[in-house]
């Protein structure tokens, strides 16, 4: 009894008992609270999972929609698409929370306290001159039909989704989460793929105003690839 009390006494304290209480499938970790999470696809019904909350912001869902799924660190978005949801990209509002017994999304609660405070953070520290975000469009090749795909890179969520499509190798225009874009979709005319979100040029071919070489809105701590965690290591140094 002695040990476990010793053991909750080195828990960070993210949420206080009180926002917590109703909410189902809480636990604590060192760093991370857990709660019971879901997301409600019409056509495939619950797909239910582990939603941890970081205190850095983090956030991280174990799949449990079936007994042998292997999805183990899925970004909201990511789970939202796993679940088929049909209008994805709104996870803060699809993916749910169990609270007194009744499905509640996301943003309707405190677990977003600490993401929404680590974007504010990041967005502020990395403007243009003008306080616009400078993270240019960028496209990735669908490995089906040849066709190029634009991704806005505003948030760190479409940040996210960009970086996982450039490192599937594999990438096709269906595994976008959004705009539902399939091979058959024709691609953007040259004349528009110049147009690309400078904030000093509109047809800038990449400038430091638009350009980003690693920040914390386009680098992620839960990521294995080496330019992440060179990021990550650089940053705690």
Same mark, same amino acid.
């Given at each position: ?5 010793? +053991? ?12 917590? &209480? ?8 060192? /760093? ?13 019904? *619950?797909?239910?999972?582990?939603? &941890?909350?970081?205190?850095?912001? /983090? ?15 899925? !970004? ?10 049909? !209008?994805?990209? #709104? @996870?803060?509002?699809?993916? @749910? ?29 990395? &403007? ?15 490995? +089906? ?10 948030? #760190? ?6 970086? *996982? ?5 594999? @990438?096709?225009?269906? *595994? ?6 399939? %091979? ?13 979100? %400078?904030?000093?040029?509109? !047809?800038? #071919? ?11 809105? %386009?680098?992620?701590? *839960? ?6 965690? /060179? ?7």
């Amino acid at each position: 009894m002695a040990n476990g009390a010793e +053991r909750d006494s080195e828990l960070v304290v993210m949420f206080s008992d009180e926002e917590l &209480r109703e909410m189902s499938g809480v636990k604590r970790g060192l /760093d991370y609270i857990e709660v019971t999470c879901g997301c409600t696809s019409h056509r495939y019904g *619950d797909a239910v999972g582990r939603l &941890r909350v970081f205190q850095n912001g /983090d956030l991280e869902i174990i799949c449990e929609c079936t007994p042998g799924c292997q999805e183990d660190k899925l !970004t909201p978005a990511a789970f939202e698409k796993h679940s088929g949801r049909e !209008t994805a990209r #709104k @996870w803060k509002n699809n993916v @749910w929370v169990i609270v007194n017994g009744e499905k509640v999304p996301l943003f309707k609660t405190v677990l977003l306290k600490y993401y929404n405070q680590a974007s504010k953070n990041a967005n502020g520290s990395h &403007r243009s001159q003008n306080g616009r975000l400078c993270h240019r469009d960028e496209f990735v090749r669908c490995t +089906r039909c040849n066709k190029e795909r634009r991704f806005r890179l505003r948030t #760190k969520e479409e940040c996210r989704i960009h970086h *996982d499509a450039l490192a599937d190798v594999n @990438w096709k225009c269906s *595994d976008l989460p959004y705009d539902k874009i399939t %091979c058959d979709d024709d691609e953007e005319r040259a004349s528009r793929r110049v147009y690309r979100g %400078c904030t000093r040029s509109p !047809t800038c #071919k990449g400038c430091t105003s638009c350009v980003c070489f690693g920040c914390e809105i %386009c680098r992620f701590s *839960d990521c294995s690839c080496q330019t992440c965690i /060179d990021f990550t290591r650089n940053a705690k140094t």
